[in-house]
């Protein structure tokens, strides 16, 4: 093999698995977001997502996430009365 072949074949798995890792991330920090928006403990949805079967657990949590959506702050706190 010519040195360019060698250089790729030894990159490719190195850029699989920083693409992947940076993957697990995002989608740890989106299901967390998502989470607390729909009014759930976003940290214990995250763990469980990112540490049971990752991808397959990513597609269970939004098929089956609620569907009620919180507004970002209570308006009945700023009710006048």
Known sequence: MNTLTQII???LP????V???AA???SGIWIARDAVARGKPGWLVSVLALLIAWPLSLLVWIALRPENVRPPFDLHKYRAQ
């Open 9 to 11: 074949v030894q990159i």
């Open 14 to 17: 190195l850029l699989f698995l």
């Open 24 to 26: 697990w991330i995002w």
């Open 19 to 21: 693409v992947t890792l």
